[in-house]
Structures are given as structure tokens and as C-alpha cells.
């Protein structure tokens, strides 16, 4: 057994190179699976990536069926801080199943919880794509030249707030998110509040909120509205890997 810290602080020990594990959060299930597929036997209803991802399910990331996983006899469950419920984590804990939990807000802080996890945790080293994503998001945030907003729900309107990995990641693209200066991380909003015209372009990424050419954009009489991929602004692992491109072009080719 080793001694692990997650990125909570929590200490446990663990087996060295865990080979049976649950992730409870679809970036990482996507992560896992383009490193070490052979590892992972047990995935959410909501990891959709990658598409032929052949593994047990577990239900959901807020509703994980607990019995389900321990049934699986994972040597570690992958849980995040945001998307996964501590009541859950508890609970796993208290029947003896592992939980190392991730704590993302900031695009230096994924990749350097990333690491973690592969290199020390389960001891695959570091991959090719996060090498990658590395050197893609390095470098100074720049100065914005671009005022956006970025809406995640609708009915009611929902944005992206402040401390979060996707308000971090929109500023290394050269972006202000206007909503960074609010006190809540996913505030609701007013639609006058988004349909501005000090703001450049509101995003409608396809995620949580299936935003679509005739679902969002038609509710905009002041401000442009680009549709998105909800992967590319908020998952952390191998969709990061050419995100500044196509996050960049789609801003870019909006009239």
C-alpha cells in the first residue's frame, strides 16, 4: 500500500497502479480511458466520451449508486469536488472503497491535478495528451480584447460566474468573462442581463443546457450568440487539446 493526498487534502493509502477503477466525473472517465482504458470498469450515465466507452454504469454524478460500485470492488473511485456530492464520498469511504477526490478551478491547477493523478496515483506516468495540453495553455493570461458571457441554462438563465476552470480558460483565449466579478461561481441572470450590447458575444455551449440554432440564439435582439461545444470550455483532459483553436474560431466566424 502507498500514502496518497488528494487534491482536498484527504490522506489514504492505496494499492500502487490501482487497475480497477469507478470515475464519477466525465473528464476524467475521458482521460482514463485515452491512457489506461484497461483500468477502468465503472463510469457515470453522463460519460459520453469516448463514444464506444463499453464499461458498467453507475447512474449519475449527483445520484451515484453506491451499491453498484462497491459491487464493482474498485480499488479507487476518481470523484470531483464540484461535480460529485461529499455525502457520497463519504459514505464510499466509510465501506472501505477509495475515493481521491480533484479540486479544479483554474486551467494551471487541472493540469497540474492531472498529473498527479496519472503520474503518482496511478502510476501511468505522464500522457502524450497532457504533455500536449501543457504546452498548448501555457503562457501568460493576455490582455482581453473580446467581452463575453457564457450561458450554461435557460428557464432560468444560468452563466458562468466567478473561480472556475471555464472562466479561467475563456481568459487565456484573450476573453473577459463579464459575469467573473460575481460572488456566485454559476449565478442566475436576467436575459436583459445577457442581451447587452457592451457585450460581444454570449456562448451557448451544447452543455448542461442542449443550447441549438433554434433554442438560444433566437431570445438575443442586442448581442451575437456563438454556439459551442460544452466539452471544449469545461472538460479537463485530452479535450483541451486543440480547444484554443476551435474555441478561437468560433468566436472569430460569428458575424
Not at 33 to 51: M, N, Y
Request: net charge negative; with cysteine.
Amino acid at each position: 500500500m502507498v500514502g496518497i493526498v488528494d487534491d482536498l487534502g484527504y490522506a489514504a493509502e492505496l494499492a500502487p497502479s490501482p487497475r480497477r477503477v469507478v470515475s464519477l466525473v466525465p473528464s476524467l472517465t475521458e482521460a482514463i480511458a485515452a491512457t489506461c482504458p484497461e483500468r477502468l470498469v465503472g463510469a457515470t450515465d453522463w460519460c459520453t466520451h469516448p463514444s464506444d466507452l463499453d464499461v458498467a454504469r453507475v447512474r449519475g454524478t449527483k445520484n451515484p449508486n453506491l451499491d453498484a460500485i462497491r459491487a464493482l470492488e474498485p480499488d479507487l473511485v476518481v470523484a470531483n469536488k464540484e461535480e460529485n456530492r461529499e455525502l457520497d464520498v463519504r459514505r464510499l469511504r466509510a465501506s472501505g472503497v477509495p475515493v481521491y477526490v480533484t479540486d479544479i478551478e483554474t486551467v494551471p491547477g487541472a493540469l497540474d491535478s492531472l498529473q498527479r493523478l496519472f503520474h503518482e496515483v496511478l502510476g501511468a506516468g505522464v500522457p502524450d495528451w497532457l504533455t500536449a495540453a501543457r504546452t498548448e495553455w501555457s503562457g501568460p493570461v493576455p490582455e482581453p480584447t473580446v467581452d463575453v458571457a457564457i450561458a450554461i441554462w435557460r428557464d432560468p438563465w444560468m452563466v458562468v460566474g466567478s473561480n472556475t476552470f471555464t472562466g479561467d480558460l475563456v481568459a487565456r483565449l484573450g476573453w473577459r468573462n463579464v459575469f467573473d466579478g460575481h460572488p456566485e461561481r454559476y449565478p442566475h441572470v436576467e436575459l436583459e442581463d445577457l442581451d447587452r450590447s457592451d457585450i460581444d458575444v454570449v456562448l451557448l455551449p451544447d452543455e448542461p443546457y442542449v443550447f441549438t440554432a433554434e433554442d438560444g440564439p433566437e431570445a438575443f435582439a442586442h448581442t451575437r450568440t456563438a454556439l459551442c461545444s460544452g466539452r471544449l470550455l469545461t472538460w479537463y483532459g485530452p479535450a483541451m487539446v486543440g480547444a484554443r483553436a476551435a474555441l478561437t474560431n468560433v468566436v472569430g466566424s460569428t458575424p
